[in-house]
Nanobody, 112 residues
Framework: QVQPVESGGGLVQSGGSLRLSCAASGSGFRFNAMYWYRQAPGKERELVAAITSSGFTDYADSVKGRFTISRDNAKNTVYLQMNSLQPEDTAVYYC??????WGQGIQVTVSS
């Protein structure tokens, strides 16, 4: 069983930066794709960024050029570096590992 646990969220002013981390317990997931999703109040959960086992990345249009996803397989961890944050980035951010393994979510709030 793989259990992802997110960290690094919090409150930041508009234009600021945060780095989210997702550490996954268990083993064998290094060959899986990993994702960051987010869900704002009253909205559906949306895919923010993805990274394959070989390091190929993809991003939602709304975060391209501002967010960077990366992974460290030796540490069983995926990261999301978020720069130039805007109030519309406020949401609960979730880590997901291929195979349907979701983290519990972490709040990111950007004040204007």
């Amino acid at each position: 069983q793989v259990q992802p646990v997110e960290s690094g969220g919090g409150l930041v002013q508009s234009g600021g930066s945060l780095r989210l981390s997702c550490a996954a317990s268990g083993s064998g997931f290094r060959f899986n794709a990993m994702y960051w999703y987010r869900q704002a109040p009253g909205k559906e959960r949306e895919l923010v960024a993805a990274i394959t086992s070989s390091g190929f990345t993809d991003y939602a249009d709304s975060v391209k050029g501002r967010f960077t996803i990366s992974r460290d397989n030796a540490k069983n961890t995926v990261y999301l570096q978020m720069n130039s944050l805007q109030p519309e980035d406020t949401a609960v951010y979730y880590c997901k590992i291929d195979g349907g393994f979701w983290g519990q979510g972490i709040q990111v709030t950007v004040s204007s």
